[in-house]
């Protein structure tokens, strides 16, 4: 089939959340253990499974058309893609990964210029090697199976490069930050020769629009509710709204029906005040896509 876009589903900690996704965003993605290739409702989709760390590398090599995977593993491995924009999945955390440089407890190093001659270990060798290349600091950096923080404890290595949210499990093993490297969020990327295909640029480009759609729906919901006329303007003022809200008037009634988009945190604060206002009729109901 000529109409074919070859899809990366990043294997791992994404792997659920993107196929839920995908499942909001109207594509039914189906995947099955010791099976790397997911089959999907879309004729012209073709997924594979790849590890977020290669994703990249396999776009670059033009073996996928367009893939997810973190911000950090396409600047790690220095890949020549085009990154078509950020997802921001609430299912794993809102937070950006941070990749941070640390040493412990005792170091005198106060900022990256103090490791001259140092040897660090982190899973991220091609990132932390441009990085102190780049400021003119010659270190050492070995890359780590894991259990990094470990490595400075036991003498080891003299600072480490690590992935972490909040820093908490770094206090924990009082271990010190000394600066961020980088902040990492998924993102889609897109192999160059794809982005250049117009017939693959556009379904990449409808791709992108329908997951965005999704990703702003979650944790949103519509309220609609039935209200008397000389009370509309006090409900509407309360109600939060994308714009405004809708405003209809019911038929052969001096009632009027509302409708909004709002907060799903909200409803409990809000469903309250708007029965004290007169409101009645009050529903509730969840959204799959905001466009």
Known sequence: MSNELKLGIPKGSLENATIELFAKAGWK???????????SDDQELKCSLVRPQEMAK?????????????RDWVRENDSDVVEVGEMVYSKVSR?????????????????PEDLEGATISTELVGFTKRYFAERGVNVDVEFSW???EAKILKGLCDAIVEVTETGSTIKANNLRIVCDLMESVPVLIANKDAWNDPWKRGKIERIYTMLQSALR??????????APNDKVDAITKLLPSLNQPTVAHLYNSDWLSIETIMA??????????LMELGAEGIIEYPLNKII
């Not at 996928?64 to 995977?69: F, K, N, T």
């Not at 729906?217 to 039935?226: D, Q, S």
């Not at 799903?264 to 005040?273: A, C, G, H, T, Y």
């Open 264 to 273: 799903e945190s909200d409803v409990r604060k809000i469903v309250p005040e």
């Open 58 to 70: 396999v776009l670059e090599r033009g073996k996928l058309d367009v893939g997810i995977a973190g």
């Open 95 to 111: 937070r950006p990964a941070r990749w941070v440089l640390v040493v412990g407890p005792d170091s005198k190093v106060e900022k």
């Open 29 to 39: 993605i189906q995947s099955k253990s010791r099976n790397y290739f997911p089959t």
């Open 217 to 226: 729906a979650e944790g949103m919901v519509g309220i609609k509710m039935n």
């Open 146 to 148: 894991g259990a990094t």
